[in-house]
Each structure stands twice: as C-alpha cells, then as structure tokens.
C-alpha cells in the first residue's frame, strides 16, 4: 500500500474542480448575502461583524480554515473515529432540546453571545460518516432484514430528535439518505412503496377523506374480483388496501395536529387556502423578484425588491430571489449548473472509489447536496411548501456555512486516498 504523504494530500491527486466550483459557489454566496442586507443610505463596510455581511465574511474565513485542518489530517481518521463523532452529535441533538434557544418555532439552536450553533447542520456529515462506516464491510449485505433496520435507525434517530425540535425543512433532507441504500444494493420495490405513499398522502390533502375511502375500496374490491382465482394474493391485496387507508388517515390526523402556520403552508401549497399576510406573501413576492430580473438582471445592488425588503428570509432560505433578482436568468442558470456540476462530479468520484466506505460517504453527500438545493429552489419558485432551510454554501448562516464545508472537503480528503481501502 502506498504510504507516501498520507499525512496531507497529493496536490495531484486532490479534486481542485470540486474546489473550484465550491469557491466559485461561496464567493457569490456572500456577494448575495452583501446584496441583500446592503444599507442604501448608510455605510456598508464588508467586515461589518453587526451586519449579516460581516459575519458570514467570518464564518467562510472559519470554514476555509477548517477545511484546510481537513486536509491535512490522516486520511483514515475519519474511518476509524466515525461512530464517535456521530455519538458526540446525537448527545448536543439531545442536549439542545434542553439548554437550546427557541427561535422562530424550533428550539435548535445553541447559542453563544451574538451567534449560534444549530447541532442539527453537523448531524448531516456525522451520520454520512456512521452509514458509511456502518455499510464499509467488504461483505456486507443490506438486503439482510437485521442491517437493513441498523442501517435506518442510524437515519431515524438524528432524524427523529430534528423533529422534535421542530425542524422540519432538515427533517426531510435525512429521508434523502435513504436513496443510498438503493446505490447499495436495496430493492427498487421500496421506492415504489415510498412513491405510493406520496401519492396517497398528496391525495389525501385533495380529495375530501371519505371519497378517498370509498374510491380505495371500490379499487381494492375490482382488484379482489379480477383476481379472485389466486387466493394467495387475497390476503396480500387485503394488507395493501388497509395499508392505503391507514396512510389517508394518518395524513388527515397529521395536518390537524401540525401547527397552524405549518397547515396554512401546506394548504397554500396546494391552492386549498389563501393567506395573503403570510406564506402566499412569501411566495408572491419571491416569485415577483425572480421574474423581475428577466434574462441579464437589474444588475448587482440594484434590486428594488431585494432593497426593499419585501421577501422575508431573503438573505437565508429566500436567497436565490436576490440572485435571480440582480442578475436574472443568466445568474440563475449560473447557480443552477454550477450545482448540478458539483453534485455530478461527487456522484463521478464516488463510483470510483475502491473503499466501499468512500463510496457511500460519496452517495451520502450528493443527497444531502441535491435536497437542500431541490427543496430551497422549489420552495423559493412557489412549487414546494415553505419549509425553511438553507442552499449550500451561498444562503447567510454559520453552522449551514461550517458543515456544508466540513460535509465537501472531508470527501475530498478521502477521495485523495482513494487507491487505500479503508474497509480491509
């Protein structure tokens, strides 16, 4: 095995494309976090640190020197210290419901003088570092019954804590875990399940409960009678339509039970209800912004919606209406492929790797990547709930800022020592 500079990678062999993009990615981040909280009338100095600005100036010095520490750390520490650090987590998951400072609805945060610290960011790369490690054996199946559930419950219990605290937009990306089971070996059939359930769900919400009912019978009693010969598959089709219907009535108890601006952005989504003071305010005016920059944009700082402050959250979750806004299609298709580069390149190197570990960690990262940026662009055209969560390495935050980083760069690290198999 070759042993020559494990300490810190070989130039030649570190991915300077995968960093390229995320330089280019974090320089317009904060040219957008500058435009958005950018003073017309007062003194903008970019070091700012009591204005957005400065501090996320602060937080990418922070971010790039960690990812400097990164790379040059033993590239098997990660492998060897991957269940600790997912332990570490899950206790300031826990603790955080406790000692945490409950801010806009979600108590998920740390906090510390002026900043804080939301757990629930770093618990993104630790459990990516844990599945990997747990998947990393040379023969391991996940088909068997009893990996598959260990396997899901290293998901489930960060998972489950993030939503105690009311964090439902970071509650979601863990479900985007799931698809690197299917890169592993997993059957397709329970994607078709997870589709189904959708479906239903989204079904449920349309249609008035007691149709839906009658409707799933009327289906699963025509099925009973086109296959009423096999009398195996009775009790199989018997399980999947009380299935169906518990799905409709979970989904109905959900809704009441979800707090009221949840439900109001989950009708609205779905044209079921109107508010114009709140969610479609959002959505109108996140919409406004970004067709009003049309095909160059207004130009940089001379966004009269972004100015006037007329989108909530546009320095965060509502970021890519200040870029749409000022530099208009060809910006927006700019972030777009830079995007859908990074996320290719990290799914291109993840299939070479030699370490099955390096693999799913690989797999792990470009799902994590591809929900924040599908959901945070769906949720800012109008087309998904508001749910609240950052887009990579540009919406204004320290810990999103500091764990997207730490999330990249240890896959670069590894993918430097990709001819090393850590899992033999």
């Not at 790039?64 to 899950?90: K, P």
């Not at 339509?241 to 039970?257: E, P």
């Not at 700082?301 to 749409?324: H, M, N, R, W």
């Amino acid at each position: 095995m070759n042993t020559r500079n494990n300490s810190i990678s070989d130039g030649r062999n570190i991915d300077w494309f995968s960093i390229l993009i995320y330089a280019a990615l974090t320089i317009l981040g904060w040219m957008a976090v500058y435009s958005s909280t950018y003073n017309l009338t007062g003194t903008n100095y970019v070091f700012d640190l009591t204005k957005n600005y400065g501090k996320q100036m602060l937080f990418i010095g922070s971010a790039v020197f960690v990812a400097f520490m990164i790379m040059t750390v033993e590239y098997r520490f990660f492998f060897g210290f991957s269940y600790f650090i997912y332990a570490a987590v899950i206790v300031l998951l826990i603790a955080v419901l406790v000692l945490g400072d409950h801010t806009k609805g979600a108590q998920a945060w740390f906090k510390i003088g002026e900043f804080k610290i939301q757990p629930s960011e770093f618990a993104k790369f630790a459990t990516a570092l844990a599945l990997a490690k747990f998947l990393s054996p040379f023969n391991f199946k996940l088909t068997k019954r009893d990996n598959l559930i260990k396997a899901a419950a290293i998901i489930a219990v960060p998972a489950l804590l993030v939503l105690i605290q009311n964090d439902t937009g970071t509650f979601l990306v863990f479900i985007f875990f799931s698809l690197v089971f299917y890169r592993e070996g997993l059957n397709g059939l329970f994607l078709a399940i997870g589709a189904a359930i959708m479906v239903l769900g989204i079904a449920a919400l349309l249609v008035k409960t007691i149709i839906l009912y009658a409707l799933l019978t009327a289906l699963g009693g025509l099925i009973l009678l086109l296959f009423r010969g096999y009398k195996k598959l009775i009790w199989i089709i018997f399980f999947v339509w009380l299935s169906a219907m518990g799905i409709v009535s979970s989904t109905t108890y959900v809704l009441k039970h979800l707090q009221p601006h949840q439900q109001k952005r989950i009708l609205s989504l779905f044209g079921l209800e109107v508010d114009k003071s709140g969610v479609d305010y959002q959505k109108d005016n996140s919409l406004m912004a970004i067709s009003s920059g049309g095909f160059s944009g207004k130009g940089y700082l001379e966004g009269s919606i972004t100015k006037g402050k007329y989108v909530p959250e546009q320095s965060t979750d509502f970021i890519f209406c200040t870029i749409a806004e000022e530099f208009g299609w060809i910006g927006s298709f700019m972030v777009v492929t830079l995007f859908i580069a990074l996320i290719s390149r990290i799914v291109y190197l993840s299939e070479r790797q030699r370490s099955r570990y390096n693999r799913v960690y690989g797999y792990s990262l470009a799902c994590i990547l591809f929900s924040h940026f599908l959901i945070n662009m769906g949720m800012a055209m109008g087309l998904l709930p508001i749910i609240g969560i950052p887009l990579p390495f540009i919406s204004y935050g320290g810990s999103a800022t500091l764990s997207f980083t730490i999330l990249l760069f240890i896959f670069i690290k590894i993918d430097s020592h990709r001819m090393q198999d850590l899992s033999r």
